[in-house]
């Protein structure tokens, strides 16, 4: 009856939970100075392209085809892909990277 109780106390909390809340606060925290991403109201950086339609783009940094892998690979070390351009290194994780470009392949679909 217990558990019965709570989770019935603990429903509308599921129900408000946001799926992409880790992403949007990597990306407040390691994208926002330089990007606007849609959806992140601290991310008004205008040093780096806006995010928004990301996922509509053909190519990413000029040369490589645009995929979630490409995306995850290019967010872990934009230097390694396009040494000297002009995002510096992230120091995300590779699972810290892939929260970030599934949320950026979002965009367009909502």
């Known amino acids: 009856m217990r558990r019965l109780i709570a989770a019935i106390a603990l429903a509308p ?17 390691r994208c926002a100075a330089c990007h606007v991403v849609p959806g992140i109201a601290t991310a ?21 085809p645009n995929r979630p892998d ?5 967010l872990i070390d934009p230097q390694a892909m396009q040494p000297g351009g002009a995002m510096p290194s992230t120091g995300l994780s590779p699972s810290q990277a892939k929260i970030i470009a599934d949320y950026l392949y979002t965009l367009d679909r909502s």
């Not at 909390?13 to 925290?29: R, T």
């Not at 490409?70 to 290019?74: A, E, F, G, N, S």
Request: hydrophobic fraction near 45%; charged fraction near 15%; glycine fraction near 10%.
């Open 70 to 74: 490409v995306m995850t690979r290019w």
């Open 44 to 64: 008004t950086g205008t040093v780096g392209p806006p995010l928004s339609g990301i996922a509509r783009q053909q190519i990413l940094a000029g040369r490589y």
């Open 13 to 29: 909390l599921a129900a408000c939970h946001d799926p992409h809340a880790a992403a949007k606060a990597l990306i407040a925290e």
